[in-house]
């Protein structure tokens, strides 16, 4: 069988060089192709995945014309998310799209409509996902284990967007500084800010949680930091009819928590009618307490199964059997989290509680 043929469009995202090295790994599948205005920003890149220089490009219409391709992986700022995917449909590829979805609830529904009709899926990738205790905790709560879900508490960040390369390669907090004025994460237009950045994976994951449930209201503030246009700090209330739930965001934790996990504890707490459910990030169990058991324990996570062990590895599975993604990288549920998301921003921005905006 031919091997899958992707792209890599933008390197905005410094998540793009950890898509490539799945792809490069996977041995269904092929970096075919690599597009970004910027050629330096490609250069790690074509190193590490040993990348032909026929296959690297900084004009997308010649990238384009040298396809065609199967799939495209977009680590573009959130801006452009829309324009992308909009130039990408009709090409006849499936569209994959790094978190976040996009910078508003209006753009994501223009990258749904743009993908509507061409018999390709349009696939939004959140990194939890893949984190096993997060998935532990899913078959769990739908299990009964605790009850009926009442709530669900997500804090979760890191040191900040600049500390890290591909491949969490750390950057040191003199190149942070140096870096921050002119990056895009940092940038109120190309939609920077903690709050969309991290924001976004507990309102989708947490939407996955509560089995597609939105919240009736939402009530958010965010810091404000003297210099810094965007917030690095967000904490939301969400009421839905069954409860109240959290999401806060931040970047600024004291330790990046695939490294060490900082206090607070990055991750998930889950509060049902017969029990509780703590979901650390990258942690090896989940510690529960039940009616019939109200001691505080552990439950080993899962491993993830081989052809989920992955974004792109689950995605080519997909993509060869024919089937649709579901969960957090489905759309429509993502539609519903960008959202609570557009609603938390508004609020912060008007310092008052707001119903979910349409």
Request: aromatic share 8%; with cysteine.
């Amino acid at each position: 069988m031919a091997k899958i043929r992707i792209v890599g469009i933008s390197f905005d995202h410094m998540h793009m060089g950890d898509l490539l090295r799945q792809v490069h790994d996977h041995p269904e599948a092929e970096i075919a192709a690599i597009f970004d205005p910027d050629r330096a920003r490609m250069q790690d890149a074509v190193e590490t995945f040993a990348i032909p220089e026929a296959r690297v490009f900084t004009d997308f219409d010649a990238c384009m014309a040298a396809g065609p391709y199967d799939v495209a992986i977009l680590c573009a700022a959130p801006a452009d998310h829309a324009r992308y995917t909009e130039r990408l449909a009709p090409h006849g590829m499936h569209v994959f799209v790094e978190k976040p979805f996009a910078a508003s609830a209006g753009d994501a529904r223009r990258m749904i409509a743009a993908m509507a009709g061409t018999g390709r899926q349009l696939v939004i990738n959140w990194p939890l996902r893949w984190v096993e205790s997060h998935v532990t905790a899913k078959r769990l709560i739908d299990e009964g284990l605790i009850g009926d879900l009442l709530e669900v508490h997500f804090y979760d960040g890191n040191r900040g967007p600049l500390y890290h390369l591909a491949d969490k390669v750390e950057v040191s907090p003199e190149e942070v500084e140096r870096q921050k004025p002119t990056s895009w994460w940092y940038k109120r237009a190309s939609g920077g800010g903690s709050l969309l950045d991290y924001m976004g994976y507990g309102a989708t994951l947490g939407t996955w949680f509560m089995g597609g449930e939105a919240p009736l209201e939402v009530t958010c503030t965010v810091d404000d930091t003297p210099g810094i246009e965007v917030d690095q700090h967000a904490i939301a209330v969400l009421r839905y009819a069954r409860g109240l739930s959290r999401l806060e965001t931040r970047w600024g934790t004291f330790t990046d928590p695939w490294a060490h996990q900082p206090q607070p504890t990055c991750g998930f707490t889950f509060v049902g009618t017969d029990g509780t459910l703590a979901s650390p990030d990258y942690a090896a169990a989940v510690t529960v307490q039940t009616r019939a058991r109200p001691d505080r324990h552990d439950i080993p996570v899962d491993p993830l199964p081989e052809g989920s062990r992955n974004a792109i590895e689950h995605v080519v599975g997909c993509i060869a059997r024919g089937e649709a993604v579901g969960g957090p990288l489905d759309p429509a549920l993502c539609l519903t989290a960008q959202r609570i998301v557009d609603t938390a921003m508004r609020s912060a921005q008007e310092k008052r509680t707001l119903e979910l905006l349409p």
